[in-house]
């Protein structure tokens, strides 16, 4: 009898215990099937996440009780909670240009040490003597000048703004500016890392905003009560993002530079943006709560009509939440939109709309201006940093990555205080990793094809690795998602050679794997606008799998590398139910760095302590050249301070 043959015959047995299996053999790939499961489900979440505008409060008074509470979830978010220590600015002016009747400083200054942001300051020749003036944080869009940064491509503005009573300091991004960063990390750059972190350089660009109206608080001519904030495309997100942060702002004319969820996932408007446009929801926000965070300040929200990564779709709807918002609060006045005709950048008509507003709300002049029509200052004359030999050697700009987010230092347990330990980090995961988990995940649901529906809309699969044996338990193949079944087979099924082997595919892997490209990575990045991951949906694929399973009596989890990570988290919140009996991880990474990827774990803990965490209860077996690796010394710490040293292995 050969091996397909002997499997066939114990299909009986399997389908008594409750629970189905596809055929045993080779995954089938088919992305279109895994694409249009993917697809039905993003879609899913957003109409639901959708509802959800200002946390679904309808009055004013709701509306201030939560609005503390929804702007520290923001800076979270952001990875900015706790805030970054205010160190000093050590703000440098390099050069100053005369232009006409405006003054021109190129200068710099460190939002964190190392963390340089080159910026030109535009302000009047001539200030009266004592006068306090408006000014403008300028954030830079999209805009590659090279060394120059993108604050020469917008210099025009920040003259207008001089030659019109205004300080006006014109920002360099991260990424354009003189002293080159990265926005595209999991867009193509494959560091996926930035969500366990809970990294997104829209953290870097909010924060080196607000160090910059620090610095223009700073100016003796500067009004510090009269600030204002604009910039388009990713100058507009930042734009969002600084004034939901910093109410010192007071007035903001955000341009095309933000959408909402229906458009950036349902219509996969994602793709056409860098990581800088995003903050990881983790609270489940309908997007344009955000903005809400600014009411009732004037609020000008500036778009143009035929504007392909902004459309229109998305902008009535903003503007039409925003109109709700204000209203609610009493100042229906304070927010107005401008639409323009055309694509994607600066016309005269919309330029003008935008100087109008901030002479209306911060000088108090509805007079009619004119547009900017100003020749061209040559970039390299614009400057904070002339020539290559100028940038300092203790910039980080090029790995803030690295530094912005601080990872978590966890502190071992000692045998009196493991229980308060644990229970103290288990609350974290569930608050700020694993938050889109229910507190009971239900079991998987049977389809008329024999796989399993683990939430709505996401269905795995399980497949039989070998015979059905005896009737005490399983063992559970958890598999990445190229893993290959007869390879799975060849691993375990000599070390398990008595026992029931069963492959589990969560979602996107096996026949329902989706298609992925780099870039954009479409769906790996609309999870996380959405609060979540990949792997931790393969988490609550594993634990419903399981549930279901409980009835098969003790339950082994086993996978190699991120897969056998994201067993021991199904582990750590299983039901108890699924009578789990040992964890084995063949080759475990030794950092989240290397996956699985959760949104912010690596500010609970790491890998070596999340497996700690499986003590007292569970056996824990790591398996090859990994499992030596020093760092699993902590784990090994945290099982004897637990009392259970016996029940970590190495091998």
Known sequence: MNR????????????????????????????????AMIRHYLAAETKRLSARFMDGVTTKPAWEKVRPRLKQEFLFMLGLDPLPEKTPLQATVTGTLEVGDVVVDKLHYQSRPGLYVTANLWRPATLPQGAKLPAILYVCGHSSRGRDGNKTAFQDHGRWFAS???????????????????????YREGRWW?????????????????????????????????????????????????????????????????????????????NGHCDCMFFHNLYQWEWTTALALFAPKPLLFANSDNDKIFPMSGNKRIIERLRKCYDMLGAKDNVDEHVSKGGHDYREDLRVAIFQFFHKHLKGDKAAVKDAKFDKIEGKELRAFPEDTDIPKDTINAKADETFVPVAQVELPTEKNFKEWKAGLLKQLREKVFRTLPEKVPEASRTELGEYETEPGIVCSLQRLGPVRGKTGATYVVLNPDENTDDAWKVWE?????????????????????????????????????????????????????????????????????AGIIAAYAALVMPEAARLS????????????????????????????????LAPAVKLTLVGQNAQHKAFDRTAAIYEAAGKKALFHRE
């Open 4 to 35: 397909r043959q002997w499997l066939c015959s114990t299909a009986g047995a399997w389908m008594s215990c409750g629970v189905w299996s596809l055929p045993w053999g080779k995954a089938q790939d088919t992305p279109p099937r895994g694409d």
């Open 494 to 562: 000599a070390r398990y050679a008595n026992d029931s082997i069963y492959g589990l595919f969560p979602r996107g892997g096996g026949p329902h794997k989706w298609t992925r490209k780099n870039p954009p990575n479409t769906v790996e990045r609309s999870l996380v606008l959405l609060g979540q991951t990949v792997d931790s949906g393969r988490v609550r694929d594993v634990i419903a799998l399981m549930t279901r399973a409980a009835n098969l009596g003790p339950v082994r989890l086993v996978g190699t590398g991120p």
């Open 582 to 613: 040992e964890i084995v991880i063949l080759d475990p990474p030794t950092s989240h760095r290397d996956g699985p990827h959760f949104l912010n774990v690596m500010r609970v803990l790491d890998i070596p302590e999340a497996l700690g965490l």
């Open 194 to 270: 930035w969500h366990s972190r809970g990294y997104t350089p829209a953290g870097v660009e909010c924060w080196n905003g607000i160090r910059g109206i620090d610095y223009l608080s700073s100016l003796p001519y500067v009004d510090a009560e009269k600030i204002g904030v604009t910039g388009i495309s990713g100058g507009g997100a930042t734009t969002n993002w600084i004034i939901a942060a910093d109410d010192r702002v007071k007035v903001a004319v955000p341009v095309s530079g933000v959408s909402d969820l229906e458009c950036y996932v349902t219509d996969q408007v994602i």
């Open 164 to 186: 019109h009573g205004y300080v006006c300091l014109v920002v360099d991004t991260l990424q354009l500016g003189e002293i080159a960063g990265i926005h595209h990390g999991t």
